[in-house]
C-alpha cells in the first residue's frame, strides 16, 4: 500500500526516537525530559501550535489540515514509563536503574510523532489534528488532569482516538470493539479487626487471621451468586498480611486487591456486596472490620460509529483479513477511559506479535511494527477529520 510504502522509509528514524526515550523512562507526571523530547520534535516538524504543561508535564501539538472546513479530532499517547527493573538485554535498554518503558509507551509516543511529521508535512485532510502526548496514564489518572487542565474544550475536540500495543497479537493485526472495550480497576484495601493472644489459648482471642479466611472465600460469593451470569466481574485478592511470631494470635489482618467490572451498574453492584459482605463476615466471628473501598479508572467504552470508522482505517491499512472489529474486552484498565467520557471516539489494539507479555522486565516495543502504526495514524487523521 502506497502510504505505509511511504512511511516504512522513516522508520528508521522514528525507532531512534524511540530508543532514545527508551533508554530515560520516567514516572508518572515526573516526565519532563521525555515531554521536552516531544516538544523539541514537534518544533522541527513545524506544528502550528505546541502547548505544554497540560494536565501538569502533558504536551499537546496543533497540525491545521489544507482540506477546508472539517472535525477537529485528537490523536494520544502516553509518556510515562514503569518502575520495574529491565532485563531485556537490548542495546537501548533502560539507564535508569529500576524503571523502564514496560509497557511500549515509547513506542506509541514515537508512532504518533513520526504521524505528526508526516501530517505537518503533507496537510492532507481537513479540520485540525491535535496530538496529545499524556503523562501518567499507568496509575495517576493523568488523561483526567489533561481533561481538567481544559484539554478537550480549549482546542475544541470533537472526537478522541487511543492506540495502543498488544504482545501476543499477530505483528501489526488491529483489534477492536464497540462499546466495552477495557475494564473499570477498582482497588480495595480491608483491615480485620480481633483480639490478640497467645496461640495455645485461641478460645480467648478473636483470630483475625480465620476471619480473613472466611472473608476471601465469602468476597468471591458475589460473582457467583450475586451477578448476572451474563455480567462480567473479576475480584482478586493479591495480597494478605498479618501476624509476626509462629506463638502469637495477632489482633489485625489485612487484604487487598482490586475489582475489574465493564458496565456501571455491575461495578456499583460489586461495590455495595463487597462492603457488606466483609463487614458482616467479620461480624460473625466476632471481628469487626475496615473497609477502604477505592474507584479508580472507569471502564474504557467506546463510541459504535467511530469504532466502525476505526476498523475500516485498520482494514485499508492492513487488509480485512488482519482486523478483528469484534474482540472480546479485555480487564486490564486505561485512563483513555477518561478522555472517551467527555468525548465520542475508538479505541485500538495492534499486534506486537510474539513478544513478552506488557510489563515484564524483558519486554520491549516491536520496531517493525512503527510503519503499520504511524500509517493507521495517519490514515485516521485523513478519514475521521472529514463531516
Known amino acids: ?5 511511504s512511511i516504512a522509509e522513516r522508520t528508521e528514524e522514528i525507532a531512534r526516537w524511540r530508543h532514545d526515550i527508551h533508554a530515560h523512562p520516567e514516572l508518572l507526571y515526573d516526565v519532563q525530559r521525555t515531554a521536552g523530547v516531544v516538544e523539541g520534535l514537534l518544533g522541527e ?3 502550528d501550535e505546541i502547548v505544554t504543561g497540560i494536565g501538569r508535564t502533558g504536551v499537546v501539538g496543533v497540525i491545521g489540515g489544507r482540506g ?9 499517547a502516553e509518556l510515562d514509563a514503569l518502575p520495574i527493573r529491565e532485563k531485556s538485554g537490548k542495546p537501548h535498554a533502560s539507564t535508569v536503574e529500576g524503571l523502564m518503558h514496560a509497557c511500549g509507551h515509547d513506542g506509541h509516543t514515537a508512532m504518533l510523532l513520526g504521524a505528526a511529521k508526516y501530517l505537518a508535512e503533507t496537510r492532507d485532510f481537513p479540520g485540525t489534528i491535535i496530538v496529545v502526548f499524556q503523562p501518567a496514564e499507568e496509575g495517576g489518572a493523568g488523561g483526567q488532569a489533561m481533561i481538567d487542565d481544559g484539554l478537550l474544550d480549549r482546542f475544541g475536540i470533537e472526537e478522541v482516538f487511543g492506540m495502543h500495543n498488544l504482545p501476543g497479537l499477530p505483528l501489526g493485526d488491529f483489534a477492536t470493539c464497540a462499546g466495552p472495550m477495557m475494564a473499570a480497576v477498582d482497588e480495595f484495601d480491608v483491615t480485620i479487626h480481633g483480639k490478640d493472644g497467645h496461640a495455645a489459648w485461641p478460645h480467648l482471642t478473636v483470630d483475625p487471621i480465620l476471619v480473613a479466611g472466611h472473608v476471601l472465600v465469602a468476597i468471591q460469593s458475589i460473582i457467583a451468586r450475586n451477578l448476572d451470569p451474563l ?23 489485612t487484604l487487598g486487591g482490586t475489582v475489574r467490572t465493564l458496565a456501571p451498574e455491575v461495578r456499583d453492584l460489586m461495590e455495595e456486596r463487597f462492603t457488606r459482605i466483609v463487614e458482616q463476615t467479620a461480624a460473625a466471628y466476632g471481628a469487626t472490620a475496615t473497609v477502604d473501598y477505592r474507584r479508580g479508572y472507569p471502564a474504557t467504552i467506546t463510541d459504535p460509529a467511530k469504532t466502525a470508522v476505526v476498523a475500516q482505517v485498520a482494514r485499508d491499512v492492513v487488509g480485512a483479513g488482519r482486523v478483528n472489529d469484534a474482540m472480546v474486552p ?3 484498565g486505561e485512563d483513555f477511559a477518561f478522555m472517551l467520557q467527555q468525548r465520542p471516539g475508538g479505541y485500538v489494539f495492534v499486534g ?9 522486565d524483558t519486554y520491549d516495543f516491536n520496531d517493525e511494527l512503527i510503519p503499520t502504526g504511524v500509517s493507521f495514524w495517519v490514515r485516521l487523521a485523513e478519514t475521521a477529520t472529514r463531516r
Do not use: C, D, E, W
Open 231 to 253: 455480567g462480567t466481574a473479576v475480584l482478586s485478592v493479591t495480597r494478605i498480611a498479618a501476624g509476626s511470631a509462629y506463638n502469637v494470635i495477632p489482633s489485625q489482618a
Open 352 to 360: 506486537n506479535g510474539p513478544s513478552s507479555g506488557l510489563h515484564a
Open 68 to 76: 477546508g472546513p472539517g472535525k477537529t479530532i485528537a490523536l494520544r
Open 45 to 47: 516538524f513545524g506544528v
Open 1 to 5: 500500500m502506497p502510504l505505509l510504502n
Open 330 to 332: 479485555l480487564m486490564g
